[in-house]
């Protein structure tokens, strides 16, 4: 190519195209799941790579021009650098300003990351008064058109009334996080759910599509990180970010978890969450086509760092039923049944699970004592559906 060519202004605006076409494409592939999505839908992973593809259509538009210098050539190589461009322009702003535009923080009364657990003092060889009782719920999917309210309603009143001295909802708030299904979710969580202290995590429907920040500025403070550690005593809960699958979970984190287990006395209690579950049975996803129950890349990789640490409970939503799975000495408890609707056929069972049910919406209540867990899982009329102990000693 002659040095000449470089300096038209055809070849430069074709460049710049490509080159903003590629920022926001990495922009958009690296939001927080977005990679997720890709790997569930088949729908979802072709329409982005089409937009991915979409950065070439400078550089392939300006072929024309290279070889038959003429005016019609130049005016092709415009256009399509310009349509490029416009399109990524586009998704860039209007995505950020919906999450601009989206309900502003929600006003509700929240745990935040920095701030400690509120646990009772209990010495160490009394093994019959409570230090903490924690409310875990999960998938309210407000939004959702097969929802069911009356169930969810039940559900925030149970944990509200339990005596809890907090409650973790573990994400999926929205059905569409982007479309700002938040309003009503917000309304009645302050209706129901106002006087215990309560932490909510993102899923991933909160970050549909790429909206993850507007999660954020509904629900958290300014600058919390993603993943955290709150401790009260010797009870720890660890919050890693685990939305889709392995993809949310990088490296970086990795070394962040491994490094808050080693620093934790192994007799103390330690609690992880996380949106997605970690093991769980699973049903045929006919979206996806696959079968969503154990995935192969988290079980290999996150559950041993947890079961090498001798974490004592996780508990997870993202599967919409009640599962109860042992393995080693890290017990895990899937809560997805507090709205959205219930996964029906469970066509997979995961070799560590030991309980499950898929008929009834409710919740989980983990009663922490010095030397151990008492786990309660309870439908939304209150009925007690199943009962485990963990030992933590
Ligand atoms: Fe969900």
Redesign the pocket.
Known sequence: MKITVLKERVFKIALIAFLLTVLCSIWFYTNCGIQGLMTWHIFYNSLFKGFFAICLVPVLALIPWLIWKNKTTKIISYVFSGIAAFVWIMMFIVINIMNLLGTPASGLDLLTASDPLPVHEVQANDTKTPAMKIGFG??P?WGASHENADARYQVLDGLASSGNDAVFIL??IAEMGILNDYDRAIADLQTHLSDVPLRIIP???DTLVCALPHFKKMFRQKKEPDYYRMDGGNVHILVIRVLWDEHEFNKKQEKWLISQLESIPQEDTVIVLSHCYLYGSGYYDEAAGFNWGDIPAVTEWICPILEKYNVDLVVN??N?FFEYLENGNTSYSIV?TMG?KLDEDLIYTSPYSLWQNNTDFGWLEATVYTDRIELEFINESGKLLHTETIKTR
């Open positions: 999960s998938d999917h994400g999926d899923g991933n429907h939503g993202h919409h997805g959205g």
